[in-house]
């Protein structure tokens, strides 16, 4: 009887489309209620383990972008649902316009080695080793501890909200059945105290995982923005992005989809 009626739940939940939302890092209460899209199309990789493995196309995108004035928000696709912790690293890339080379400037990496939160967790990084392929770039923590958060890192300190991380899984597809959401919330606050990020700039985004391994090492498992490991650095960025601040947005048509630009920055 109790298999039965397990059954009869699972096949409820999976008619239904209802999703499980998992505090990973950390619980925030002022999630966005909607995202703008920055595209990430990605075909689905056959060699790449699910939960490590980014998704998305024109219909169901991989990667959006949300801000509430005190938390900047990403959200990538992954190809499992539900999902499934493994050891490994998802990581957020940032490029920002004009500010030293081209490439990984800086990185929020959810690294998952264990479950462990008090040294790993949400990881502020910056670029380490730009390419030239993706397979051969990765980051390196902000404090430059590989095994301690210190008072620079996201939640060092003793601090306990410049960051967080959610899954959501079950979110159905046109072309990729079920996936899973993974959204990152960083605090405006803490990069202003402690990074070079303002919300005045021109962003790139890019995201890339690392599987069985901490975000210390080279991208070995996936790269989104349809791009592989063996690409350049300079395939599969999004489209520069200014920065957004809630207080207007414009709604303009690119590449076939909509992206959202709360407000672009000019130089003179």
Known sequence: MRILIVSMLMCLIATTGFSTVVNQVGTYANWASSWTSLGGYDAHNAGVTESMDFVGDANNPGLYYANNGSYVMFRMRVDISPYEQEYGTHALLIDVANYGVTGIDYAF????????????????????????????????????????????????????????????????????????????????????????????????????????????????????????????????????????????????????????????????
């Open 109 to 268: 990496a959810w690294d998952a080695k264990g479950g462990a939160v008090t040294n790993h967790g949400l990881e502020m990084c910056v670029g380490q080793t730009n390419g030239p392929t993706w397979g051969q770039s990765r980051v390196h923590d902000i404090d430059n501890n590989a095994t301690s958060k210190l008072i620079n890192d996201i939640n060092g300190g003793g601090r306990s909200t410049d960051g967080y991380v959610r899954t959501t899984d079950l979110q159905d597809t046109t072309n990729f059945a079920g996936t899973t959401f993974i959204d990152f919330a960083v605090s405006w606050a803490y990069l202003a105290a402690y990074t070079d990020l303002r919300s005045d700039q021109t962003w790139r985004i890019q995201v890339a995982s690392i599987s069985e391994n901490t975000d210390h090492n080279a991208f070995n498992a996936d790269v989104g923005g349809g791009a592989n490991l063996s690409d350049n650095i300079s395939v599969g960025w999004s489209s520069p992005v200014a920065v957004p601040e809630p207080a207007s947005v414009l709604m303009i048509a690119f590449g076939g989809g909509l992206i959202f630009l709360i407000r672009r920055r000019y130089n003179a």
